[in-house]
């Protein structure tokens, strides 16, 4: 890595991430239908977004697009302004929020987390770049935002309200003050096993919330899951080509980048911050390279279901949070996700899928819960790749045992939250290491311990 030393890391690492942002601004205009563009955005900044709402349906695909790059540019600049350093974990931060600036994420909902955190680093008196990758963490809760400022406590919206507008901000204000105090903690409840480790700690606080806004205070919780058909041609060329821009620029930073790479390729995902250890350059390459590995296989995999006796196939619909989930995916790739770890999960969830199959198809159960398409295990998929140091410290076959049981829990996990926490999976992910790990830890040594 003799070049990779000409590097300042952290200016690299904004830099790609505004790049990426800006690129999602190209693709809005790209995206045509420019009278429904602003239109469009509003709606998405002014609506409920509790999980799953399908920006391409609510705003349009250029409206989805322009308010994910103005989230990502709202990233950088909360970074760039606090001084922030950037490692693997801010890719990770901004990745999530960009994955969500598709399906239950705006310009708006974001702001009174941000906002919390930032008040927590005047009373813990820390600067606020010290804690601004908390701050994009604590944004998991944002639905909620949205839900007290154009809805709360009835059914349909009801426009902007001031009282909401205020509640919304005590409410970021408190999540703020404790979710560092949670995310220090998640650690101990999943042993470093769940890259999401925000996940077990914003879906316990919004357990909690949901609980105290809705269940015990008798409020009837609302829905508004809506998908489409999804644009596949317009997403999977836009990420095609910026996968392997990542790659391309990998290359023209340092030529030896594959020889790091695979260096990279060979750890084990656990605990990795693989642009401290293997360099920018290598850290892209692996982005690109996961990227059309993700790409490829959101493109190939289908559902199977039996209907009128015969055994049918569905393609994946890329919908707004197909997309968001690809990006989610996306978000632990310089610190821990790579094909080799995640691949197990991916087979583990094919493994599942077989599960609800067969009892359908044998005429147990009246009807199919889901395939490998259905959109919540799309999206749940996404954070079931945060599982990749199990497989990656024990092995194949334990991958795709963690990742059979995040595919059978993740679509019961929402009952909880009531779908107001963006990190389901990673929550889904926290609870299938505490069940898993301990069990692992039990009957079989990691690798290293072997050797």
């Known amino acids: 890595m003799s070049s990779e030393k000409t590097w300042d890391s952290s200016k690299m690492i904004l830099r790609a991430l505004l790049a990426f942002s800006v690129a999602f601004l190209v693709g809005a205009v790209c995206a045509g239908n420019w009278g429904e563009l602003i239109p469009g955005f509003v709606r998405i900044n002014t609506r409920p977004s509790q999980f799953t709402m399908d920006y391409f349906v609510l705003g349009g695909l250029g409206s989805a697009f322009l308010n994910t790059g103005l989230i990502g540019l709202i990233c950088c600049g909360v970074l760039y302004f606090s001084k922030a350093k950037c490692t693997g974990l801010t890719v990770a931060a901004f990745w999530l929020n960009v994955g969500y600036g598709t399906f239950g994420m705006n310009c708006v909902n974001i702001w009174p987390f941000i906002f919390g955190v930032w008040v927590y680093s005047r009373i813990k ?15 998991a809760l944002a639905p909620f935002a949205s839900e007290f400022i154009f809805r709360y406590p009835n059914l349909e919206a009801t426009g902007f309200s001031f009282v909401g507008l205020l509640i919304a901000i ?27 480790n925000a996940g077990p700690a914003a879906g316990f606080l919004a357990f909690f919330m949901f609980c105290v806004f809705f269940k015990s205070a008798g409020v009837e919780v ?10 596949r041609l317009f997403v999977s060329v836009f990420f095609g080509i910026v996968f392997v821009l990542f790659i391309a620029a990998a290359y023209l930073m340092d030529k030896n980048c594959f020889k790091d790479y695979k260096k990279l390729w060979k750890s084990d995902s656990y605990k990795t911050d693989y642009a401290e250890l293997f360099g920018i350059p290598a850290t892209f390459v692996n982005i690109g390279i996961y990227g059309l590995f993700l790409l490829l296989y959101f493109n190939v995999v289908h559902g199977m279901t039996m209907t009128d006796g015969n055994v049918t196939f569905s393609a994946v619909k ?52 889901w395939t490998l398409t259905t959109q919540g295990i799309l999206v749940g998929v996404a954070f079931a790749s945060g599982l990749a140091p199990v497989s990656g410290r024990f092995g194949f076959f334990a991958g795709v045992a963690a ?38 830890e039990c009957f079989r040594k990691p690798k290293e311990e072997k050797k």
């Open 125 to 139: 008196k820390v600067s606020f770049g010290s804690v601004a990758n908390l701050s994009l963490f604590a944004t």
């Open 170 to 196: 005590v409410f970021g204000i408190v999540v703020g003050l404790v979710m560092p105090a949670l995310c220090a903690h998640a650690p101990n409840f999943h042993k470093g096993y769940d890259l999401y």
């Open 222 to 231: 609302p829905t508004n899951t809506n998908l489409g058909e999804g644009e």
């Open 318 to 369: 890329f919908t707004g949070a197909t997309m968001g989930a690809l990006m989610c995916m996306m978000s632990f790739s310089a610190q821990g996700a790579q094909p080799r770890t995640v691949f197990p999960i991916l087979v583990g969830y094919a493994v599942a899928s077989l599960l609800p199959f067969a009892m359908f198809a044998s005429g147990i159960a009246p009807a199919q819960s």
């Open 403 to 440: 990742g059979a049981i995040h595919a059978i829990l993740v679509t019961s996990v929402p009952l909880i939250h009531g779908g107001f926490l963006l990190y389901n999976g990673g929550f889904t992910a926290g609870i299938v290491a505490f069940l898993l790990i301990p069990v692992l």
